[in-house]
């Protein structure tokens, strides 16, 4: 496995169909997409509203982990999320950030879009940096 | 015949593996047992943080579907449609069966307030959440 699709090895990774697209370092952004799986789906037929931070915490993880050179990963203490439109199944495009990365505590950012660009969900987390897990 | 917030009613609860435990009508508070699938550990061997929220939304909407057929029966119940919700991480989730703790802070025509918690077996609290959400009408049941 290689660096570059690193969250591909991981279970709950796999569940949402994560690929690493893209980061900038200097924005310390990562872009990934996803596919949202059917077993997300709730009656309204979309993704159940708790799950869509599902995503969001992977984005926000992975723009932590590359902006430390794959060093580090956040253990949450806090997410926060804003639901704007429903989450369909299939493909997702997922952005997170770096908004201040402390040496105790970091704050990251993300976004969830549909392919055509249209914002569905936004979140943040306050976290504290640990080395990143390693997998057994 | 089994209430509809005490059965399994989405593939998002089925693949949480929800189970009804009780409800109590006097303080409106659901409780339901969760089993994570092997698909939500992250490689701390944990659930992953975000998923967390999926077991806290389905306790936190059985909660206000439980509580407004209490109320208003099984024609005036509610799902929330969520608007946002903010979820505080005290301890690992593990990968074995855990409890779950819906209420309804405070369920308006508008808009529904609720509140949740995941437990461990010993009772430890693992996670928390609020939401603010829109009731809205049970897909399907009414139509």
């Known amino acids: ?136 | 015949m089994a209430r509809i917030y005490e059965k399994r009613r989405s593939p998002s609860s089925e693949l949480m593996g929800s189970e009804f435990v009780s409800f109590d009508e006097e303080t409106g508070e659901l409780t339901c047992r969760y089993t994570p699938p092997a698909s939500f550990a992250s490689p701390r061997g944990a659930v992953q943080g975000g998923l967390i929220a999926g077991f806290l939304d389905e306790v936190m909407g059985g909660a206000l579907l439980a509580v407004t057929e209490a109320r208003s029966g099984t024609a005036e119940q509610r799902l929330p449609l969520n608007l946002d919700m903010n979820l505080t991480f005290l301890r690992m989730v593990p990968m074995e069966t855990i409890t779950g703790k819906g209420r309804v802070v405070k369920a308006g025509k508008r808009v529904a307030f609720l509140e949740g918690e995941l437990l461990d077996k010993d009772g430890n609290v693992l996670a928390r959440a609020t939401s603010s959400a829109i009731p809205t009408p049970v897909p399907g049941v009414n139509d």
């Open chain 1, 1 to 136: 496995m290689t660096d570059t699709n690193h969250a591909l090895g991981a279970a709950h990774a796999d569940l949402m169909g994560v690929e690493f697209d893209h980061f900038n370092k200097d924005r310390e952004e990562i872009t990934l997409r996803f596919h949202a799986p059917e077993s997300f789906i709730t009656p309204r037929g979309s993704v159940q509203g708790g799950l869509v931070a599902g995503f969001l915490d992977e984005v926000m993880g992975w723009a932590h982990v590359w902006a430390t050179e794959q060093e580090e990963a956040p253990l949450n203490l806090e997410i926060s999320m804003s639901l704007l439109k429903p989450v369909v199944a299939g493909p997702l495009i997922g952005k997170g950030r770096v908004v201040r990365r402390g040496r105790k505590v970091i704050f990251l950012e993300g976004e969830l879009f549909d392919t055509a660009g249209k914002l569905l969900a936004r979140s943040t987390s306050t976290a504290i940096p640990t080395p990143r897990p390693v997998r057994g």
